[in-house]
Structure formats: C-alpha cells, structure tokens
C-alpha cells in the first residue's frame, strides 16, 4: 500500500517551466513503477509518462516533444515531473500513480491530484 500526494501545480504563463512533486509513502518505494497522468475538464485522462521502480528506465507520451522529464529520488520517496515550454493544451489536474511491479499489471494507487493551468 502506498499513499501518494502531488504538489507544485499553479497558474502560469505559456512558454514557463514548472516542476511538479510527488510525495509517496509506501514499505518499499523503489518496488514500485511509477507514472504521471492528466486530466482536461471533459476530457479523458491520458498518460503523460513512466518511469520504473530503479529509475533506470523512462517512456514518454510522444505529444511531449521532449518538453517533460520525469524523475524519481527513491532516497526521498519522491518522483518528479519538470515541465518546459509550456503551452495552454498543457492545462489539467496532473495526477501520479503507482504500480507495484512485482504484483499488478495496472496501476492501483493514485493521489489527488494538482492543477496546472497555463494562460496565454
């Protein structure tokens, strides 16, 4: 089980960088893939990238044109998404989610969620 909560989401201006948190509290993080997704009002939620429990390895969706890194510090529990040249398609509630890769071919565990608007 794993309890997970995002932060660093806020209204800016098209063409900022923004870094987004993830904050996970779980037995055995590094177990644990790890993903971002997000959410338009409306919309259906999509993935915007994954990174495995060791970190070794990354996917990206391929709208994010190398704009998006995501990242993970399993010392700190904590993975990262940064965010460059952001455009106003960009706007959504940003949500990560885990997968226990030992366990689960889905992912099962989600925070609540942060929102990033971007104006133009």
């Known amino acids: 089980q794993v309890q997970l909560v995002e932060s660093g989401g806020r209204l800016v201006q098209a063409g900022d960088s923004l870094r987004l948190s993830c904050a996970a509290s779980?037995?055995?993080?590094?177990?644990?893939?790890m993903g971002w997704f997000r959410q338009a009002p409306g919309k259906e939620r999509e993935s915007v990238a994954a990174?495995?429990?060791?970190?070794?390895?990354?996917a990206y969706a391929n709208y994010v044109k190398g704009r998006f890194t995501i990242s993970r510090d399993n010392a700190k529990n904590t993975v990262y998404l940064q965010m460059n040249s952001l455009k106003p398609e960009d706007t959504a509630v940003y949500y990560c989610?885990?997968?226990?890769?030992?366990?689960?071919?889905?992912?099962?565990?989600w925070g609540q969620g942060t929102q990033v608007t971007v104006s133009s």
């Open positions: 989610a885990a997968r226990d890769q030992g366990a689960s071919p889905r992912y099962d565990y």
């Open positions: 779980g037995r055995t993080f590094s177990s644990y893939g």
């Open positions: 990174i495995s429990g060791s970190g070794s390895t990354r």
